[in-house]
Nanobody, 121 residues
């Protein structure tokens, strides 16, 4: 059984940095895509950043140049480095991964439980 567990959230001041981690538990073959989504109260969950297995990255316009997404297949980890944080970055951040459990098998999607990031002075 695959599980995604996020960590690294918390309270930060504007301008500070934070790194979120996503640990992928269970036996897997490959992470084909790893993404981070954010959700604020009353809003829909939206894509923040994503990285594919060939290292193509996508960022929302609001975080481009400030956030960096990465993943480590060997360690089964995903990361979101967040720099120059702003109050409007306050949200719950969710890890989402498309994972090939077996070599040559289909890729399935999993969500983590989310980690809260609050940016406030």
């Amino acid at each position: 059984q695959v599980q995604l567990v996020e960590s690294g959230g918390g309270g930060v001041q504007p301008g500070e940095s934070r790194r979120l981690s996503c640990a992928i538990l269970g036996d897997i073959f490959k992470i084909t895509r790893l993404a981070w989504y954010s959700q604020s109260p009353g809003k829909q969950r939206e894509l923040v950043a994503a990285i594919t297995d060939d290292d193509n990255t996508t960022y929302s316009d609001s975080v481009k140049g400030r956030f960096t997404v990465s993943r480590d297949n060997a360690q089964k980890m995903g990361y979101l480095q967040m720099n120059s944080l702003k109050p409007e970055d306050t949200a719950k951040y969710y890890c989402h991964a498309n994972i090939q459990v077996r070599n040559g098998g289909l890729s399935y999607a999993w969500w983590g439980q989310g980690t809260q990031v609050t940016v406030s002075s």
